[in-house]
């Protein structure tokens, strides 16, 4: 029994193929392993506590509106 892929045309088969190239490179090196800068540690705190602080804040503002709006 012959596989499927080996019964298709070429053209269909060169498609398939998985395209190996990358479009960035980058050097996991110390604090150069994440998509963002963090070498001073308080900010990066700061900025996560306010991101996800907000982020989890906003269903209970706009649920407490809901309340304060409704008659």
Known sequence: AMSLLL???PAIRSVTRAQHSRLLHVENTVY???PFQYRNKRAFAFKVVAYL???FSIPFVAANYQLQVSP
Request: proline letters at 0%.
């Open 7 to 9: 019964r298709t045309t």
């Open 32 to 34: 150069n392993n994440m």
């Open 53 to 55: 602080g907000l982020g």
